[in-house]
Structures are given as C-alpha cells and as structure tokens.
C-alpha cells in the first residue's frame, strides 16, 4: 500500500515538473512548500498576448442586428390613424441604440405599398447594402431641411423628383445647387452651400433622389422611433397592406466593407 502511495506520488511529482519546470519553486533546491505557486504574472502575460493578437484571431466586421420592436407584424390600423413605430439595432462594431451609440439618422424605415388588397405582400429580403446615394443622405444633414415626402424647410425629395426629369442637364444643374447652394429656385428658400461633400458623393445623393424619390406608393422615415401616418384611403381600397422594412447600414471594420442589417413586417389598413 505504502509503495502505491509513493509511485502515485511520484507520478504527480514527475508531471508537474514536466508541466511548470523551475517556475513552480522560488529558488533552486527549495522544498515542496512551494511546489504548487505557478508563475501567474508569466502565464497571464503568454495569454494576454495572444487573445490580443489579431494574426491570432483575426476580426471580421459583424452585420447588425435590427429588430422592429412596434408595430407587431400582421397587426391592424384604422385608415387615417398614426402608428407608432420602435426599431432596436444592435453591432458588435457601432454598438446599441438603446445606449444612443447608433446614429438615429442612420436608421432607416422604409414603408411601402404594394398595391390592391388583392397583391400579395413580399417582405424586402434584400440584405445587399442601400445605396450609397442614400446612405450619404442618411449620414449627411440633408434631413434637417428636406423630408422625403414631406415639406419642411426646403422642398421634399418627392417634390424635386417630380420637378426635374432625369436628364444629364438636370443632374448637373441639382448637384450645383448643392454645391454651391441656391435661392429663389423654390419660392424664398434659401438652399446653403455644401463644400464638405464631394462630387462623387453629391452625384450619388442627386441620382438616388431622382430615381427612387419620386415612387408615390413609398415612403422612408428616419430613427429608432416616431410615427407613420395611415392614409386616409389608398385607391379607395378597404384592408389594404403595408410592408414596413426597418434597416441599418453600419461603418464597417478598419473600412472594410460595410453591412446592412434589416427587418420587416407587414400591417393591416381597413
């Protein structure tokens, strides 16, 4: 029993040297009063570097989560009513809405009508990121003066979209207003300049806007919460559909390529 003992002991001896070597004694020859102080600060040191590393674990940019929270899908409205709507994003990269770590004027709500009550509704599955047009006019402060299809302090992009048809001329003509700003163009309003955006980037803005702007059956709104107004009628249709499409386009990882994330659901107007 005594010579069991001693070779269990023995084994244990045998793999702890093997495991730690000298850095489980304080000095050489020391007694085993000390055989089990590892070297903390050593090991700590060894895993600190490589979880920090990142040729170790390389980081790849994550898609946001985005989550409408209001209106439920499938839920119901009376015609003319506001709906009150609540949208939650989550990136590992941007941070949390609920903290104010994502930018409000980033997240976007798009509200679609597809038609009759007889069309079937098709969620927007599209997780390819919005347009750059649009996402330079979610990042800029075009929003403080100009609604998509509501009039503020400027014109509404509809408006504009259903004043310039789409020709070479007119696209230059509206990126130069923006450039340089204008006045007397729409009534007394006075448009400032804008020297920060780049041609390539207000190209985009004005191409965007008179391609997508003037579409009656949709309209966007912007940030985590507010209010969508149910139309009074839709082509004098009773139960009518709309499909409210919640998304978020983050800001990428070191630049690398940025990702949407998105959320749909559909609600009732009867």
Not at 19 to 30: C, H, L, R, S
Not at 65 to 80: E, H, N, R, T
């Amino acid at each position: 029993m005594k010579a069991k003992i001693h070779l269990i002991y023995l084994l244990l001896l045998s793999i702890l040297l093997f495991v730690g070597g000298a850095d489980f004694f304080d000095t050489p020859g020391e007694t085993s009063k000390n055989l089990y102080k590892p070297s903390f600060k050593k090991d700590y040191a060894l895993t600190d570097k490589i979880r920090l590393s990142p040729k170790t674990f390389p980081q790849s940019n994550s898609r946001p989560l985005v989550k409408i929270i209001a209106p439920k899908d499938k839920s119901s409205y009376p015609m003319g009513t506001r709906v009150v709507y609540q949208i939650n994003v989550s990136d590992i990269e941007d941070g949390e809405s609920e903290y104010g770590e994502i930018p409000s004027n980033e997240v976007l709500l798009k509200v679609e009508y597809p038609g009759s009550s007889g069309t079937t509704a098709e969620r927007d599955n599209n997780i390819q990121g919005n347009p750059p047009g649009l996402l330079e006019i979610l990042s800029s402060n075009c929003l403080n003066c100009h609604a998509f299809k509501d009039k503020l302090i400027g014109p509404s992009f509809y408006e504009i979209s259903e004043r310039y048809d789409i020709t070479p001329q007119n696209m230059q003509t509206m990126a130069k207003h923006v450039k340089e700003g204008s006045s007397g163009v729409w009534g007394n309003t006075v448009m400032p300049s804008h020297p920060e955006l780049s041609n390539q980037e207000i190209h985009e803005m004005v191409q965007w806007i008179m391609k997508n702007a003037g579409k009656s059956n949709i309209d966007y709104y912007t940030g985590t919460e507010g209010s969508i107004k149910i139309p009074l009628s839709v082509d004098s249709e009773k139960n009518v559909t709309f499909i409210l499409t919640a998304s978020y386009t983050d800001h990428g990882e070191d630049g690398g390529q940025r990702l949407k994330g998105q959320d749909s659901v559909i609600i009732y107007a009867n």
